[in-house]
Structure formats: C-alpha cells, structure tokens
C-alpha cells in the first residue's frame, strides 16, 4: 500500500491476481466477425434455405427465415462465448471476450445481451467507430456489457 493512500486513510482493492490484459487490434475484430460469418451464419442460412425450405424463392419471399437465421447464429455464437470466450473467427486471431472486471468468460444470456446490442450498435453504424477513439478499444455494445475483447497469449 502506498504512503499517500495510507495517508488519505485509503483502502485499495487487493485481487487474486493483477490481470494484465492486452486489447485486440480493431481490424482483427473486423476480421474474426467477417471469418465467423462465412463459417457459422453462411451454412445457417445455406440449410434454412436449401433444407428446411424449397430454395432461394421460399427464402426471399419469407419474413421469418431471416430472423431465423439470425436468432440462431446469435444462439450459436452465445454459446462459443459462454463455453471457449472465442467464436471460430476470433479464436483464428488469437482474441477473446471476456468480463472486463473479472477477466472470465460471459455468461450465457450476458453474451445473448452482448449480442443483441451488437445488432443494435451495427445497425446505427454509430458505436462501431467508438474504439478509435477510446484508448481500451471498446465498442458500444463492449461498453453496454461491460465485456473486453483481448489478444489471447500462447
């Protein structure tokens, strides 16, 4: 403990262990989500249109594939977080999702949360430019869940 806080009468926060987190570069977040797209939403929605319905005609003219489609790649891709704190896309560059004050994985419906405001941050295209501002590379969505996209070390 340091003079000065034991001066002010200031207690600090002992942790088990001090976490040295390294944030991942932007541009490979940018990556991971574009490689988990091709590897987990592509198929999904190559089996609601081709299994599950007649074609591409079926697809197009239905409301409800879509949503489909994307409520359960958010599922999937809630799980991978929940599990291994990678998806396919971010274990490939060597990132991981973690709890920015604990450093573990999320939960199950924290990262459905972390999900659902990623859509949310996607579609306003406001929160995706937030991390080159902010010196910890957070985007909104990482802001709203309190979570924090780090480099993996080997």
Known sequence: MRFRNLKKNKKTIETKESLKLIYAPYSYRVKAFITDLFMIYAPILYLITYVAMNGKD???????????????????????????????????????????????????????????????????????????????KKALHDLICQTLVVAVKK
């Open 58 to 136: 079926d697809f197009q003219s239905s409301q409800l594939a879509p949503f489909a489609g994307v409520a359960l790649y958010g599922v999937i891709y809630a799980l991978l977080l929940n599990k291994f704190g990678q998806t396919p896309g971010k274990k490939a560059y060597e990132i991981k999702v973690v709890d920015d004050k604990s450093g573990e994985n999320l939960t199950f419906v924290r990262a459905i949360f972390r999900f659902v405001a990623f859509l949310f941050t996607a579609t306003t295209l406001l929160g995706l430019f937030v991390p080159f501002y902010r010196r910890d």
